[in-house]
């Protein structure tokens, strides 16, 4: 974790990868569809060069999504797991639970609100102390 960084760019660093993970899977998926495609094209007709060549280019892709994609997952389960024990090491409840719904299970503030049975303006509320809270906890982990 760089020096700077607050409790809300650490925790928003969890979600972030969530989303590039997330992100790089429709990726994969939208490239597999692809080559389905050019594939089912060059059985039904002669050999092509420059179908052939779009498959590999688009095979090529798809490996070196998957090689990235990888590596973030590795960080993104380490991240999490240490996000969830700086979490877990918090002393008040409602403090972990808030920044656990919103971080961990990206819920929105809304389902947050239901979930806790609070307002969204006390959500947001004691968001706000959750994060101070967790500043502390970030503050004691970089000193020991």
Known sequence: MGVDMT???YLRRVRHLDSTISAKLEQIETLHAQV?????VLS???RSGGEQDRLAKTIAKIVDL???LRDEIEEYIELKEEAIKLIDSMSDGRHRLVLTYRYINGKTWEEIAVEMH???KWVHV???Q?????ENVLRMRKST
């Open 7 to 9: 409790a809300k760019e």
């Open 36 to 40: 389905t495609k050019i594939t089912s």
């Open 44 to 46: 039904d007709m002669p």
């Open 66 to 68: 998957k090689k990235g």
């Open 118 to 120: 609070y307002t969204y």
């Open 126 to 128: 004691l968001h706000g």
């Open 130 to 134: 959750a994060l101070a809270e967790f």
